[in-house]
């Protein structure tokens, strides 16, 4: 914006509430070009993103001031007592009222050259580089909904999610003791050559992996494979790149892709093999979570030939897991999951 020129960057501490329900939270607001990005301030991941001249400030003249990124309904808020910071945003207000108050000859100019600014910027800057910004800056409710479109264009190659609801509350209860607390396991019933991870914290199973195996230890290996293989940014980004420079321009814009943007990407996935981390890395998530590595080799290859190191050092081998990861009748109403 051209009423900052003198920050390259611009950052404070202040307190968002993600809906009107939700507890404060503290986060670094950060002033750019044209946004405000809240970022956690331990991880520095963000977790929500504003328009500049979208930002309305609900109590003018009060302090702590609040600010939300819709004039016509505060779903989110933010606090800020910096000076600094509020004075900033305040003169980005004043310089869009000043544009709106002088309409005629020069508001068209200027409108004018923003919108050959514009068409320059879509020219020079790269697509690849804008997709990135876009995996980068997508909040954990919008990765989540990409995630689940692209679920919902794999299964019209594998069939609709198996929901039995004895299964679905096994998989509801292991779901944050096994990978994180949010995630989501899906089985379908057709094979997905292992387990399959997308944005959003989203997992994907084949059923084959319930029906032909004696234990849940062979699904719980590939499910944590799946989580350690990738992260979710670059899953993300991956799906980003298939939904095309146009898909994310309005993805950046209006916060959704459009309908069809990931249509056959579910299937390109299913093509692809499943990615596994190396085994250090397996061996010692397999330890954390209290489960045998031995199992999920031979659901690779029955022989063990091939994956004997999973097998001679599997963290269990001598002595068995502290706990069972499900019990007989948890593991019997998963595996019937798909019957109906």
């Given amino acids: 914006m051209t009423a900052l020129t003198e920050f390259e960057r611009l950052e404070a501490q202040g307190s968002w509430r993600e809906t009107p329900e939700a507890r404060l939270r503290e986060v670094i607001v950060s002033v750019g070009d044209a946004t405000l990005t809240l970022s956690d301030p331990k991880s520095d991941q963000p977790l929500s993103h504003w328009s500049l001249p979208a930002v309305t400030r609900l109590n003018p003249g009060k302090i702590p001031a609040i600010y939300s990124p819709r004039a016509d309904g505060p779903d989110e808020t933010l606090e ?6 509020i004075d900033a945003i305040e003169r980005v207000e004043r310089a869009i009222a000043s544009r709106r108050a002088h309409p005629g000859r020069l508001r068209g100019g200027l409108m004018l050259i923003a919108a050959l600014a514009m068409a320059a910027a879509a020219v020079i800057w790269l697509p690849d580089a804008m997709t990135r910004h876009a995996a980068k800056i997508a909040p954990p409710a919008q990765a989540r909904a990409i995630g689940k479109a692209v679920l919902a264009d794999m299964t019209r190659s594998t069939g609709t999610t198996c929901e039995r609801s004895s ?3 096994v998989l509801d209860w292991i779901a944050p003791k096994l990978i994180a607390e949010g995630a989501e396991i899906h089985v379908v019933p057709s094979p997905v050559n292992g387990a399959r991870r997308l944005p959003g914290q989203i997992y994907v199973l084949g059923n084959d992996m319930l029906l032909t195996a004696p234990g849940p230890e062979a699904a719980a290996g590939h499910l944590i494979a799946a989580q350690m293989a990738v992260s979710d940014r670059d899953l993300l980004l991956d799906a980003l790149e298939y939904a095309g420079t146009g898909a994310v321009l309005r993805l950046l814009t209006l916060g959704t892709l459009p309908e069809d943007a990931l249509r056959g990407y579910g299937e390109r996935l299913l093509q692809r093999p499943a990615p596994a981390p190396d085994d250090e890395t397996l ?17 690779l290859d029955p022989t063990g030939s091939s994956l004997m190191a999973l097998i001679e050092a599997d963290p269990f081998r001598d002595t068995p897991p502290p706990d069972p990861l499900l019990t007989d009748q948890q593991w019997l109403a998963l595996q019937q999951i798909c019957a109906g």
Avoid at 283 to 299: Q, T, V
């Fill in 80 to 85: 800020v007592d910096d000076p600094l910071m």
């Fill in 167 to 169: 299964g679905r509350a």
């Fill in 283 to 299: 061996l010692g998530a397999f330890e954390e979570k209290g489960i045998s590595s031995e199992p999920y080799a031979r659901a």
